[in-house]
């Protein structure tokens, strides 16, 4: 199957200076792709550039085969490729309902049907948050939170989904439980692409992983794989 977003060689980085030195994968459509990597690896460099919010210096973004290296953030979204920030991902003074419903009308068109539906999917996947729908989102756990961040994201039904270290700032069992939520939004059929610090949990939730040291790939393999590479864990991930 042709892939859903692909990287083609991309150079990227601040000002004159690259962090990615010429970085290509790609995402099959449904499947889940986990960017691991040491700390200052370019892991947020290569997120900004998938989600369009810095443009690389060199090499493409594409998308279903179309080239969108050119498209903003914005563009990208109504694309389909929704995004979860590690942080300020949601409004925390309104409701998390509210949160729900400003996830659908920044993107999709439709009436109050169509919300309703998009609601009774997205709440039908996070139970969790149902009986917080009018509270206000500030006042969650961080686990609660990120689930109604993902929430809104996927409200109006996007193809892709990228997260950014959706377990930063969780307990471990936090963390854990909050990726026993992405493995669920998984199965939904939407497209992952995540980075992530916690290697164990994040290569567990995932189909596929690509360790990323010093701006270049150094594996991408199947994510059962890379847990049970020793030498890859030791040499660059790490004890977590
Ligand atoms: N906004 C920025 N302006 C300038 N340099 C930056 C910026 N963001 C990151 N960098 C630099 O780019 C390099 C890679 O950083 P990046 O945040 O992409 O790595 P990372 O793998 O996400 O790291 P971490 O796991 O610590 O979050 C680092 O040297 C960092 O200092």
Known sequence: MSAELRLDN?????????????????VAPGSSLVVVGPNGSGKSTLMRVVTGLIRP??????????????????GRARLGLGYVPQEANVFRNLSVLDNLKLGHEFIASGGAKALRQRLDAVLAL???????????????SGGQRQMVAMGAALMPSPRLL?????????SPLNASRLFEVVQRV????????????????????ADQG???????????????????NGQLQSLYLGAH
């Open 57 to 74: 210096q060199s090499g493409r973004v594409l998308w279903d085969g179309r080239d969108i290296t050119a498209i903003d953030a914005p």
């Open 210 to 228: 690509l360790v990323l040291v010093a701006g270049q790939v150094k594996a991408r393999a199947p994510s059962q794989e890379l847990l049970a």
């Open 126 to 140: 996070f139970p969790e948050i149902v009986p917080k729908l009018n509270v206000a989102a500030g006042l969650l």
């Open 10 to 26: 991309i150079v990227a980085g601040y000002g004159a200076r690259a962090v990615l030195h010429g970085v290509s994968l790609d």
């Open 186 to 205: 998984a199965q939904t059929g939407v497209t992952l692409f995540m980075i992530e610090q916690n290697t164990r949990l994040g290569l567990a939730a």
């Open 162 to 170: 990228a997260l950014d270290e959706p377990s930063a700032g969780l």
